[in-house]
């Protein structure tokens, strides 16, 4: 036994080997053991747990406490993830509850990740299966323990709303009375699991926000609401260009201002703690900084736009390692096509800000090398790993209590936990275990990255005798998302071509040459709602309204006839109900015009028919019908929210969503300069599903990618040119 005690909790450390393997993973080397990534970064986690396993615990009162691995940052995760578990427990809906896991990765990753984190979409499908047998298992312990109680066969009980009954005899228990001996039962490992059909909560309109109140009353608790005894608050100065560094800095007022307790410098900038936010901002704003530009991004995004066009058309060579990828490829690439026309058009996508609406801040305690992480934590395994580097721990050993954000659409997630980290190191200069709250400003936010990368697509379809395509060469110039992941960058990145690689429009294609240039920029880029999807659904779907115009045929008989060239059954399931609910092929109100648009991200398959008008020169988006096939829909009415927040975030960042860059130096600050939707200037959204048994697939980003196409065909439709770039209003 070479495993230390801790004297204080009498809690065993990590023995030597584990802290050799551990660190050979931070430092990126290659172990074979047997065990997976998740079993390592969990080394020092807790992993004692209830009766009833990780996910459900059951108080002496009976209520139904649901565990959820997921962050609850508005997309209504929580609910679902409880409301899968009361299904197969038959707990009473009105006496269940939901917390946030610890961060364990072992315990709690996403399984598809591998890591503990949100995202893609990947909630309710990861959890579909794991939380079923979870609630199932624990039915079938109190089950047995009424069974045993009652002397009587397990076949003649039933469980509803949380009470156990003996049909024969009438007798009832309730989860409360049946507690103690259902935690003596040891838990089933391949319990019965309901028939969907029998359902009688997934797919309610009984499933509803279980957050709704204590948001609405102001008792929910973000991270702005933590406040300990002693904290500090900090802020930092960030380089005005990215990939700037430190050279000096005078302090002296700063320091001058009342409740300004440190100024220091750490990795990003220099950090100003204060006693309050206040100070800290205004001590933070004092300072005087010398940066070294030397090694600082000085493109303007104009440059870079017209870089990647000329790159796109061969008139300009990739530099350094950077090579043309192939990501779709078929046919005889290249051989002439002869029949029809050809449709030749290039899209630009600009740089877009997540923007939500809580920006970035945690509250950080070090205390030595122990770490404890409070904030809203889209992905509690990464924030461990970083903090761990800085500390100089197990991952496992660092505490990450996740709490409600406001919003994400990616930011809160990426491989350097940049904000979180800086809230370590600031902590960590602190020390002595005093809390330390780290704020961003919008303006940090805005500012300070990550963003959607800036994108440029140049496609050319030849279409043959029938005006269908026959030749498609398509070429992708855009910044890699996945560069520098701790799991290795991929040689061909995926986010850069998803949408597009794998289109039923290419599959219906005999002839494809599809390839990808990934360039290197010093902006920092990350996934943003949809990733991939932002770009390429825009492109696919209004490439296809011109198709589709240049053969002389209706957008929706020619979707039809290429789902049904390319199998595409669910396509064409919702593009049809879409099209009826919309009432496609009758005259639209006067003064508006139809779009359509489809397009599959994230397991889940969604059309969009809007209805558009051009109001002082810019399109006014009023009624959006919408019909979506994700699978089994758990809770049907968080699934149209899902559906009404997604198509607002995508029309307001193809309305106006432009980050702007002048010598490297970004231009927008705050919502003055990069404009949000406006409730008046929201659409009506309805909300269709396709019956399906299927799992359930992703929901909270397929809405976002197809309202642009469908307002851009919309436009098409009334005679305006195709559009080539976003945003459709130019500041």
């Not at 004692?48 to 396993?53: E, V, Y």
């Not at 290429?562 to 049809?576: F, I, P, Q, S, T």
Request: with cysteine; aromatic share 6%; net charge positive.
């Amino acid at each position: 036994m070479n495993r230390p005690l801790d004297r204080v909790t009498g809690a065993r450390g990590a023995t030597r080997r584990e802290t050799l393997a551990v660190g050979a993973t931070l430092a990126g080397g290659a172990l074979v053991v047997a065990c997976s990534p998740a079993d390592i970064l969990a080394i020092g986690a807790k992993n004692d747990f209830g009766a009833f396993g990780p996910f459900i615990k059951i108080g002496p009162d009976g209520w139904v406490t649901v565990v959820c691995k997921h962050i609850e940052f508005g997309q209504g995760t929580h609910t679902g993830l409880a409301a899968i578990v009361a299904e197969e427990l038959d707990a009473d809906w009105d006496r269940v509850k939901t917390e946030a896991a610890i961060a364990n990765a072992k315990v709690y990753a996403n399984s598809m990740m591998g890591v503990q984190g949100t995202g893609g979409s990947s909630a309710i499908p990861n959890s579909w299966m794991q939380l079923r047998t979870a609630g199932a298992a624990a039915r079938a312990m109190f089950v047995q323990a009424a069974a045993k109680r009652w002397k009587a066969p397990a076949g003649d009980l039933t469980v509803q709303n949380g009470i156990v009954t003996h049909m024969p005899s009438g007798k009832q228990a309730a989860f409360a009375d049946l507690l103690a001996d259902a935690a003596k039962v040891k838990p089933p490992q391949s319990p019965q699991l309901k028939d969907p059909r029998n359902f009688t909560l997934i797919g309610t309109q009984r499933v509803r926000r279980k957050d709704a109140a204590i948001k609405t009353t102001g008792q929910a608790v973000f991270t702005q609401d933590i406040h300990l005894p002693n904290m500090l608050t900090a802020m930092v100065a960030h380089p005005p260009k990215f990939g700037a560094k430190v050279v000096s800095f005078d302090d002296s007022a700063a320091r001058k201002v009342p409740g300004v307790v440190d100024v220091f410098q750490i990795p990003t900038g220099v950090a100003v703690t204060a006693q309050n936010t206040w100070a800290a901002r205004q001590g933070r704003d004092a300072l005087k900084v010398h940066w070294d530009l030397s090694k600082a991004e000085t493109a303007s995004t104009d440059q870079l736009g017209k870089l990647y066009g000329d790159l796109a058309a061969g008139r300009a060579q990739p530099q350094g390692k950077a090579r043309w990828q192939p990501f779709a490829s078929k046919g005889a690439a290249g051989a002439p096509v002869t029949g029809g026309p050809a449709v030749e058009i290039t899209y630009d996508f600009p740089y877009l800000a997540h923007a939500a609406m809580e920006p970035m801040n945690c509250v950080a305690i070090v205390n030595g090398q122990s770490c404890h992480l409070i904030h809203g934590s889209q992905s509690p395994t990464l924030d461990q790993l970083n903090a761990a580097k800085i500390v100089g721990n197990l991952p496992g050993n660092i505490q990450v209590d996740t709490l409600y954000a406001g919003g994400s659409f990616g930011r809160r997630t990426n491989f350097q936990s940049d904000y979180v980290a800086e809230a370590v190191h600031v902590a960590k200069h602190v020390g002595g275990g005093r809390p330390v709250k780290l704020v961003w400003a919008r303006e940090d936010d805005m500012r300070a990255g990550y963003y959607r990368p800036l994108v440029h697509h140049a496609v050319r379809v030849t279409l043959d005798a029938n005006g269908m395509p026959a030749a498609w060469r398509h070429r992708i110039v855009s910044q890699s998302i996945m560069k520098g992941s701790p799991m290795g960058t991929p040689k061909l990145d995926s986010t850069s071509v998803e949408g597009a690689q794998d289109s039923p429009y290419l599959k219906a294609t005999p002839t494809v040459d599809g390839q990808l240039l990934s360039t290197d920029v010093g902006v920092p880029v990350l996934w943003w709602r949809s990733v991939g999807a932002t770009h390429s659904a825009f492109v696919m779907e209004h490439t296809v309204d011109q198709l589709a115009k240049a053969a002389g045929k209706d957008p929706v008989d020619y979707r039809r006839a290429l789902y049904a060239k390319a199998g595409a059954n669910r396509h064409l399931a919702v593009l049809n109900l879409a099209a009826e609910k919309a009432g496609w092929g009758s005259t639209p109100p006067e003064g508006w015009t139809r779009g359509v648009a489809v397009h599959e991200s994230f397991g889940s398959v969604v059309a969009q028919v809007a209805e558009v008008k051009l109001q002082d020169g810019e399109p006014k988006v009023g009624r959006v019908v919408t019909a979506i096939d994700c699978g089994i829909v758990v809770a049907p009415d968080q699934v149209a929210a899902q559906m009404e927040g997604g198509t607002c975030l995508g029309l307001a960042a193809a309305l106006f969503g432009r980050i702007g860059m002048k010598d490297g130096e970004v231009q927008q600050a705050n919502f003055d300069g990069y404009r949000v939707l406006r409730n008046s200037e929201a659409p009506t959204v309805e909300t269709y599903f396709v019956a399906s048994n299927n799992p359930p697939s992703g929901v909270g980003e397929p809405g976002t990618p197809v309202i642009a196409p469908a307002v851009a065909n919309a436009l098409l439709a009334m005679g305006q040119p195709a559009t080539t770039s976003l945003p459709f209003v130019k500041a």
